[in-house]
């Protein structure tokens, strides 16, 4: 069964400060995608930043980046320079290539950002 | 209008009444989703359809009826719900359904309340 897990219910950050969330997920496929989306509070869930499984550089999106060790099955978001407008709630997710959709969701990091 | 919008913003409703939620996505998408978000648990995939059919349905129970009258235009009809059925329904659309890479979209959500 290709699950998504999200140990960290909550973080908090200083502003201007860097932090990392940590996501594994686990498949049986072997070609799929990772993705990190954002819900900030009241607002619409928007894709921050996806990794194809097949590349092995790891994705960029100005100051978000990701830790993608595949052979962990680990797939971490870094958010850098953090800034107050990142405070939200953030979900990994894959999903896979075959023919039957599977898009799978974590349970979701809480980010705080403190001034 | 752009995007993926919702209505209502916000439901509460009885056990015995029967509403229905919308969605309509301008992205000129072809594949269009519900989800049911509920606290400190995953994002629940509920339907899936794609140029119109229905190509997935996860074991949701039959209090929960989708409609898909046309590639823009999701519906979600609700009847005789639960209490536990309270939670933030999300609508989603993607260009594709089995291109995997493909962004979802989300709209704003519905928050339903059931008393």
């Known amino acids: 069964a290709q699950t998504v897990t999200q140990s960290q219910p909550e973080m908090s950050v200083q502003e201007a400060e860097t932090v990392t969330l940590s996501c594994t997920y686990d498949?049986?496929?072997?070609?799929?995608?990772l993705f990190w989306y954002k819900q900030p509070p009241s607002r619409q869930m928007i894709l921050v930043i996806r990794?194809?499984?097949?590349?092995?550089q790891n994705a960029t999106e100005n100051r978000f980046s990701v830790n993608f060790q595949k052979a962990a099955k680990s797939f971490s978001l870094k958010i850098s320079d953090s800034q107050l407008g990142d405070a939200a709630m953030y979900f990994c997710?894959?999903?896979?290539?075959?023919?039957?959709?599977?898009?799978?969701f974590g349970t979701g990091t809480r980010l705080k950002v403190l001034a | 209008e752009t995007g993926v919008t919702q209505t209502p913003r916000h439901l509460v409703m009885g056990m015995t009444n029967k509403k229905s939620l919308k969605c309509e996505q301008h992205?000129?998408?072809?594949?269009m989703y519900w989800y049911k978000q509920s606290a400190k648990k995953p994002l629940e995939l509920m339907f899936v359809?794609?140029?119109?059919?229905?190509?997935e349905n996860n074991s949701v129970p039959s209090r929960f009826s989708p409609e898909c009258p046309n590639s823009s235009h999701l519906f979600l009809h609700l009847h005789t719900l639960q209490p536990e059925d309270s939670a933030l329904y999300l609508c989603?659309?993607?260009?594709?359904?089995?291109?995997?890479?493909?962004?979802?979209?989300f709209g704003p959500g519905t928050r339903l309340t059931v008393l």
């Open positions: 989603a659309s993607s260009q594709g359904l089995y291109a995997s890479y493909n962004e979802q979209f």
């Open positions: 498949t049986s496929e072997s070609d799929y995608y």
């Open positions: 990794q194809e499984a097949y590349k092995q």
């Open positions: 997710a894959s999903a896979s290539t075959s023919g039957t959709y599977k898009y799978i």
């Open positions: 992205l000129g998408h072809n594949a």
């Open positions: 359809y794609s140029l119109e059919e229905r190509v």
